[in-house]
């Protein structure tokens, strides 16, 4: 069994937690009957835990190993004589490991994501025709984008609203990387539709709205490519790692977590970026990290700006929405950079990423480094 460390309860008693496994600590109630002790060790038992006692002066504890994130939804401390229950350990040992592994780095073909690098997903919400399709694809492949963002199978809180073009906007996805060589990212909605997806993705996207869609995630836990999934705009954090646990306990250790914004009575259009995630995650996660300011922002304005602190605040990568003429776009104009204005961010966020990386060096093309004053 691995060294323990101590873990100092409320109550003032110390006891040792050990890091080869997550468990519980539970805190019995004062004068407990031995007969409830002894039952409350035989439930924990019959579910496959192993239980010690810890004496306490006028109470006793119980430590109990086994499978933490399992006993943990169990309601334990619902039971007669426990007083209190404290987890120890992660209830996503996959996500989130109490002792996290090195950063990962995901390979899709030639492209790396992870540490040291800054990847940018870059295109429109939706694919809304072939040419348009490809002047922006085009386009943000000269700037240094290596991953196409283009909904063909949009998720719209409205009926009524443009849903994407389906199978015709994979098609179309499918001649940009042949056109361009760039990858591709596309969302999947449905467990039915992964097999007509992945002929097309690169990376599977999972949206905001299907964060919690549990049997889509089993099923990507099955694919050979990395899932991509953002966080919902009522999530917690710990429930965003859960989301991921679905995937990597199912078989695919290649997960991407992003944070696209929350929503707050407090913020313009009740939604706000919470960059403060990233730094969180990084702490917590072996798995990349990164954000989307379009969504985050709601407004075309704050995209830059927002853009430039999250690479300050050491994400792995930007997902950024991206038009040749926002003001047409049949989904979430009023968020999308003209092209014009993307480069212009390209070059600055390869400037704060380089002012940032511990070799002073950045991943970003290098035409994305000069200036207008050509220094």
């Keep these: 069994m691995a060294p323990g460390f101590p873990l100092v309860l409320t109550t003032?008693?110390?006891?040792?937690?050990?890091e080869?496994?997550?468990?519980l600590i539970l805190i019995l109630t004062p004068g407990l009957p031995s007969r409830l002790r002894n039952r409350i060790r035989e439930r924990?038992?019959?579910?496959g835990a192993t239980v010690s006692v810890v004496e306490g002066g006028a109470r006793q504890y119980l430590e109990v190993f086994g499978d933490g994130p399992y006993l943990d939804t169990l309601s334990i401390d619902s039971w007669k004589g426990v007083e209190r229950m404290i987890a120890v350990g992660t209830p996503a040992p996959h996500a989130a490991p109490q002792s996290p592994p090195e950063p990962a780095t995901l390979h899709v073909g030639d492209l790396e994501i992870g540490p040291g690098e800054l990847v940018v997903a870059a295109g429109p919400c939706a694919i809304e025709e072939e040419e348009r399709t490809f002047r922006i694809a085009d386009s943000v492949a000269a700037m240094g984008v290596q991953l196409f963002r283009g909904g063909a199978f949009k998720p719209r809180s409205s009926p009524y609203a443009f849903g994407g073009l389906g199978s015709e906007g994979l098609r179309i996805l499918a001649e940009v990387k042949k056109r361009t060589g760039l990858k591709i990212i596309t969302e999947v909605l449905d467990p039915r539709a992964i097999e007509e997806v992945s002929e097309v993705a690169d990376i599977f996207q999972v949206g905001s709205r299907n964060?919690?869609?549990?049997?889509?995630?089993r099923e990507l836990g099955h694919v050979d490519r990395p899932v991509f999934i953002k966080r919902g705009f009522s999530a917690t954090i710990e429930e965003l790692l859960l989301s991921a646990e679905y995937v990597l306990t199912s078989g695919n250790a290649q997960v991407i977590l992003c944070e696209r914004g929350i929503r707050s009575a407090a913020a313009d259009r009740n939604v706000i970026l919470d960059l403060g995630t990233v730094i969180d995650l990084k702490r917590r996660t072996h798995l990349p990290v990164f954000v989307d300011p379009s969504h985050g922002g709601g407004k075309r304005q704050r995209v830059g700006p927002l853009a430039r602190a999250a690479v300050a605040a050491g994400c792995d990568g930007l997902m950024i929405e991206v038009h040749d003429a926002p003001e047409r776009a049949?989904?979430?104009?009023q968020q999308a950079l003209p092209l014009g204005e993307f480069k212009r961010l390209m070059e600055e966020i390869a400037v704060i990423r380089a002012a940032i990386s511990p070799k002073g060096t950045s991943n970003l093309a290098d035409d994305c480094l000069t200036t207008t004053g050509g220094d």
């Design 211 to 217: 964060m919690q869609n549990f049997s889509l995630l």
């Design 20 to 23: 080869d496994g997550p468990g």
């Design 44 to 47: 924990l038992r019959e579910l």
């Design 12 to 18: 003032g008693v110390e006891v040792e937690v050990f």
């Design 330 to 333: 049949l989904s979430d104009g």
